[in-house]
């Protein structure tokens, strides 16, 4: 099995930063990607940032300039480090990786338990 453990969300004034960890174990042979989302009560779950393995990192247009993701490859390790937080940041944030867990094997989607981050006007 697989399993993505979370860690750094909290409370945090506006214009505070705040960095999310990410750490997959388990049954691994690759990892495709490694990405963060987020659901605020009431909406949809939206894309915040991704990190392809081999490829350029993505953002959310809301976060673009403010929120950085960066994965350790050695630790299976992503990170979401987020600057000049705003109140409408906040959200449950999730963590997502796509997984070969064999060689040949197909790609499993993996999601993380969520983190809670809140930021206060």
């Known amino acids: 099995q697989v399993q993505l453990v979370e860690s750094g969300g909290g409370l945090v004034q506006a214009g505070g930063s705040l960095r999310l960890s990410c750490a997959a174990s388990g049954n691994i042979f690759s990892i495709n990607a490694m990405n963060w989302y987020r659901q605020a009560p009431g909406k949809q779950r939206e894309l915040v940032a991704a990190n392809p393995s081999g490829g350029s990192a993505n953002y959310a247009d809301s976060v673009k300039g403010r929120f950085t993701i960066s994965r350790d490859s050695a630790k299976n390790t992503v990170y979401l480090q987020m600057n000049s937080l705003k109140p409408d940041d906040t959200s449950v944030y999730y963590c997502?990786?796509?997984?070969?867990?064999?060689?040949?094997?197909?790609?499993?989607?993996?999601w993380g338990q969520g983190t809670q981050v809140t930021v206060s006007s």
């Open positions: 997502n990786a796509l997984i070969v867990r064999t060689i040949g094997g197909p790609v499993f989607s993996y």
